[in-house]
C-alpha cells in the first residue's frame, strides 16, 4: 500500500470531517471511500471523455506529474525538542506575534 500526505485546507477538509463524525468513521478512512469510488467512476468513463483527455494531454493543457519524492527528516532527539520547546515558550503567545507583524504591515 502507498503512503501519501496531503495537506488540505479547512474549509475543504470541514465537510469531511462532519461527515466522518455521522458516520462514525475516521476522516482519513472517508476520503480512501470517496477516493476509490471517483477511481471506479473514472474508470468507466465513455470513450468519449478519453478522447477529450488524450487530446488535452497532446495539446499540453493536462500532464501527468511524477510523484514528489518524501523528504524525510531525521526525528528530533528528547534534548532538543525540550531545548525548542523552552526557545519557543518564550517568545510569548502566537496571537500576539501575529497581532503585531499586521499592525507592522499597516
Request: glycine content about 2%; cysteine-free; overall charge negative.
Amino acid at each position: 500500500m502507498s503512503q501519501l500526505t496531503l495537506e488540505i485546507p479547512d474549509k475543504i477538509i470541514e465537510p469531511f470531517k462532519i461527515a466522518a463524525q455521522r458516520q462514525h468513521k475516521q476522516v482519513e478512512q472517508l476520503i480512501i471511500e470517496q477516493l476509490a469510488f471517483i477511481s471506479t467512476t473514472v474508470s468507466q468513463l465513455p470513450p468519449r471523455l478519453t478522447e477529450v483527455e488524450q487530446l488535452f494531454r497532446q495539446s499540453g493543457l493536462l500532464v501527468r506529474t511524477e510523484p514528489m519524492e518524501k523528504q524525510s527528516e531525521p526525528p528530533l532527539s528528547e534534548a532538543e525538542r525540550e531545548r525548542l520547546a523552552q526557545k519557543l515558550s518564550q517568545a510569548g503567545p502566537l496571537s500576539e506575534l501575529i497581532i503585531s507583524e499586521r499592525e507592522e504591515q499597516l
